[in-house]
């Protein structure tokens, strides 16, 4: 088994960095400003509860690198939520924004709870208790976060709110992912599976691989795992089999995406979906499919799984699903792995779309932002592909490479190292 170090999502973050620098032959002093946070906040969180108890949550916001804009990340709600973890989601949202060349730099949120736990009311006092903390160090032009794990735009337009009442004004700008009626984007709420999409697509174009003819597997079937299935089924591939935290389902000849998430919405779970038989999380990733979507959390892909996984393609839906040895061990066999902050930078993409229509307070269509996002994750995967070739290496080495070069012009321009 991996050790507990080995699985440390920031150790992990680092040790992707260092690679991609030495490769690189990246400045000493830049890498070093670049493998640790600038700045991170802890705060504690009272909330009284519906039972007329107070209890304190502990939050963080991790700002890690504003040198090509303002940071940029989510917010988890999450009963193991970490430091590190924030750390390391921080650090990889720095990559992502600039990977897909947006002028954002990136940042991270958390607070430790369980919110299925919780009541409406509770989350809400939460959220705003969070915003109250976390606030000073918030706004369009410093740090603007949005939804991750168990958020979503009910609690992003609580802290919209909760940040208008700081201020005295509303500041549609200072949070994105909020419901379009008060000035969230369209098209934000399936952009990050339908950012996976155009670089699947373009994974299977390089690949020679009929997307008609493909079939595929998700892991986690939250907002990302649930539109992933939609859109890859839209385009013709055939789902066989899903996950989610309480257990999995298969069925060779195909599962319909749509009945399958109205069950999970109604039932909390895909377990028991008619005409499926039982799957575990571990025969999933292991399956014989053409795509597999890990769409859950950290450190799924192992050296232990890795020489058994028979996908072609891994299109990591999820943050830092793979650790480096499983990343070694898919590019020895020939695994073809669409890195998580190139895969999944359709959400930070459209949020970004999100801020500067809030900005211009002009609102575009959908058909625009998918025709925006579309270009943006094409040229993303190209870019990343083109690397790939020239230095020779994996494609997530890649992505960094094309990432960490646009971060470190921006720090030896500005002068900050």
Request: with cysteine.
């Amino acid at each position: 088994m991996a050790s507990k170090e080995e699985l440390n999502p920031f150790k992990i973050a680092q040790k992707q960095l260092d690679k991609a620098a030495e490769i690189m032959k990246l400045d000493p002093g830049i890498h070093a400003v670049l493998r640790e946070p600038m700045r991170e906040l802890h705060v504690s969180i009272p909330v009284k509860m519906d039972d007329g108890t107070v209890k304190v949550f502990k939050g963080f916001r991790v700002q890690y690198n504003d040198a090509r804009g303002p940071c940029k990340g989510g917010i988890r709600f999450h009963p193991e939520e970490t430091i590190d973890t924030v750390r390391a989601l921080a650090a990889w949202m720095t990559w992502k924004t600039a990977v897909v060349n947006i002028p954002l730099g990136g940042g991270k949120g958390g607070v430790v709870c369980n919110p299925k736990e919780m009541s409406a009311g509770e989350l809400e006092r939460l959220s705003r208790g969070y915003i109250d903390q976390v606030g000073r160090i918030l706004g369009p032009e410093k740090d603007i976060p949005a939804p991750d794990v168990y958020t979503n735009p009910q609690i992003m337009a609580w802290m919209a709110d909760e940040f208008a009442k700081l201020k005295g004004y509303y500041v549609p700008g200072v949070i994105t992912g909020k419901p379009v009626e008060i000035g969230g984007s369209e098209g934000r709420g399936d952009a990050t599976a339908r950012g996976a999409y155009y670089t699947i697509r373009e994974a299977a174009k390089k690949l020679n691989l009929d997307l008609k003819n493909a079939t595929f597997a998700v892991q986690g079937f939250g907002n990302a795992g649930q539109f992933i299935a939609k859109i890859l089924g839209e385009a013709g591939a055939k789902l066989i089999a899903v996950s989610d935290s309480k257990g999995g389902v298969i069925n060779r000849d195909g599962l319909d995406p749509e009945r399958l998430i109205d069950y999970k919405l109604k039932n909390g779970t895909v377990v028991d979906f008619p005409g499926t038989s039982a799957i575990t999380n571990k025969e999933l990733l292991e399956l014989d499919v053409d795509i597999l979507c890990p769409s859950a959390l950290e450190n799924q892909l192992t050296k232990e799984n890795a020489p058994h996984v028979k996908a072609k393609i891994i299109a990591e839906l999820a943050n830092g699903p793979t650790t480096p040895e499983a990343d070694e061990i898919f590019f020895e066999r020939g695994i073809f792995v669409i890195p998580d902050f190139l895969c999944n930078a359709g959400g930070v993409t459209v949020s970004y779309f999100e801020v500067v229509q809030n900005i211009y307070n002009f609102y575009w269509d959908l058909p625009t932002v998918h025709e925006m996002l579309d270009k943006k994750m094409t040229k993303a995967f190209w870019d990343v592909d083109k690397a790939a070739e020239e230095y020779k290496v994996d494609p997530r080495t890649a992505a960094y490479i094309v990432a960490v070069n646009r971060v470190a012009e921006a720090i030896r321009l500005r002068g900050i190292a």
